[in-house]
């Protein structure tokens, strides 16, 4: 399942001429962190809306393929359709591994710094506890 | 003095004072030091954790995970989702926000006294001076001044329409940019580093990590709080707790959880829940030919009151860190990354709509709230009127484009072409909106069917029991509520001081 949303994340965010792309931000450590320490409403959320995304060549391209089987110009023009959907509710769909993908990728010190952005510090995630 | 945090499971905890106060918000911490500057014992029980500046995430990623409750997934239920952002750490939302202080306009003090019997509006603008000066309000210092702040104020300038750098509870503020995740450089004036540890100094209690599950009564009187204690990261669930208060409760557990709280604990109003009301805003960004940088400088630097009567919005510089900005903007794949390119160039500003539209909350299970609420078309229409003079603003400021973010129209607008907002579609699921500002669900009002409270923030039909968040608020404000919320909250626990001396 990690592999299928990394896919799907890689597919909204990839590679650019001058900019590095999900895959080149470490998006299994991301995923690992993501489910080990993130809401379990969201983490199932975000499954759900990578099986949805993988299925949905079917809405968007009229193939019955899931998404990661398609060759690279297929997968890029199944994420650019499915981003401009007409209907809400598949824009909707998406939103968390869109979200997730965003998180990843813009977290990334090597994006940060291409954009003039220090890396980010500690998350501690600690608290008082007396 | 004592701060309780998370307890495993075991032996109940069980305290007894004189108050207790349900969250820590603005709301709730105000009136907890209010009862504690009085003498009074007080408990201040918070579903979340007490995180320090040095406590706090750096990265959207630990914003989400650390600062929001379960993970920022509280949404509207309605002809679209939007998302609402509250705070779930000691301190609310006041760690969170933008620390944008603004005193309750007049007119919405004058509609409370003759439509809601409210007859606290001096007493609120008082308070509101002394809070001033209490949490250090100033206007953002030039070290903290963004250039999309700079570009905004000269925008409206140019259009002929009144803004300002805004006013801040914040201290000799650095411009860190790191508002939305709580301040590490310790500058912003939330609650959890003044009001609540000098809660503590005076002898009162904190229970952090502590949801509310019940306000427990004896007959019709407030007679406490029970929970059980819950891990912030593991989600355990430990130790019961229960507060017993000899005087009174105080419920300030934010608009969306006060009134399910009330309803779980098992009091009956027809009003209970309903009247829901919010400031929906979304963004509109510019891009400009030099960098911006916006997320350099305060986090919201400038605003723009001028409209908040007719048609009805607020205007504001919001910068977004990188990280939520490419989860958002709109389309995917190489698109996206062209896009995305243009970061340093992008210079976001956002709306907040006076909506008169009324939604309702209800309890769901787990302890969470569900938010019915669908933006009226006469609140969309202001909601795009909005919309247009953001873009006209940046236009105004020498953008070289636009982006709308509405789904429907083109991703780019160039300056010739911001017209077609003006056709903009009506329907709230075309916009990228988020509800900040609540309101309502328990409002205070004169007429005993109609409001849950009566105008000294008192729950009807039960004794000893008020509510001190913005969930008695009756109206919109318009404005940043957060002076509104801590004022009135202060007012409502000293009438409730005053009935003490005629009990």
Known sequence: ????????????????????????????????????????????????????????????????????????????????????HPSYLVRQAVTLVRLSAGL??????????????????????????? | MSHTAFQPAGPAVELETDYCVVGSGAGGATAALTLAR?????????????????????????????????????????????????????????????AIAVHTPGDVLESWREQHGFEGGEALQAFQDELDAELHVAEVPPAARGRTDLLALEGARRLGYPSALL??????????GQ??????????????????????????SVLSCAPVARVLFTGARASGVRG??????????????AVRARRGVLVGASVVQTAPLLQRSGVRHP???????????????????????????????????????????????????LDMVAGRLAGAGQPLMERLREFRHFALWIHATRAETVGRIRPAPFGRSNVYYTLAPADMQRFRAAMLMLARTHVAAGAR???????????????????????????PRAYVSVLSHLFGGCAMGRDPARSVCDPVGRVREREALCIVDASVIPSVLNVNPQHTIMSLARYVAERMLDREKSE
């Open chain 2, 38 to 98: 009085a003498g009074r014992s007080v408990a201040l029980v918070e579903a979340g954790p007490w995180r320090d500046p040095h406590d706090y995430p750096s990265s959207t990623f630990g914003a989400f995970r650390d600062m929001l409750p379960a993970w920022g997934t509280t949404f509207t239920r309605g002809r679209a989702n939007w998302p609402i952002v509250q705070g779930a750490v000691v301190g609310g939302s006041t760690v969170v926000n933008s």
């Open chain 1, 1 to 84: 399942m990690m592999r299928l949303i990394a896919a799907s994340m890689a597919d909204l965010m990839p590679r650019g001429a001058d900019l590095p792309g999900c895959d080149d931000c470490n998006p299994r450590a991301f995923l690992l962190r993501l489910r080990r320490e993130s809401d379990p409403l969201f983490f199932a959320g975000l499954v759900l809306g990578t099986l949805f995304y993988q299925l949905a060549p079917l809405l968007t391209l009229w193939i019955p393929l899931p998404a990661v089987l398609l060759p690279r110009e297929l997968r890029e023009r199944h994420a650019q359709r499915l981003a401009a």
């Open chain 1, 104 to 130: 990843c990728w813009g977290m990334d010190p090597a994006v940060r710094a291409r954009f003039g952005l220090a890396a980010y510090g500690p998350d501690p995630g600690t608290f008082r506890t007396s």
């Open chain 2, 228 to 241: 059980r204690f819950r891990h912030p990261a593991e989600r355990a669930r430990g130790a019961e707790f």
């Open chain 2, 401 to 427: 484009a636009v982006i709308p973010g509405i789904a429907g129209l083109p991703y780019r607008l160039l300056p010739d072409e911001i017209g077609v907002l003006e056709q903009a579609p009506l329907d």
């Open chain 2, 179 to 204: 508002c939305l995740q709580g301040c590490r450089a310790g500058r912003k004036q939330s609650l959890n580093v003044n009001y609540v540890p000098e809660l503590l100094a005076r002898g009162g």
């Open chain 2, 167 to 176: 006013q801040r509870y914040v201290k000799d503020c650095v411009g860190s």
């Open chain 2, 271 to 321: 009003a209970l829940g309903e009247g829901f009301r919010s400031h929906p805003g979304a963004p509109v960004i510019g891009v400009y030919d030099e960098p911006v940088d916006m997320n350099r400088g305060a986090t919201q630097g400038w605003g723009s009151t001028a409209f908040r009567s007719e048609p009805g919005f607020k205007l504001e510089t919001l910068s977004l860190p």
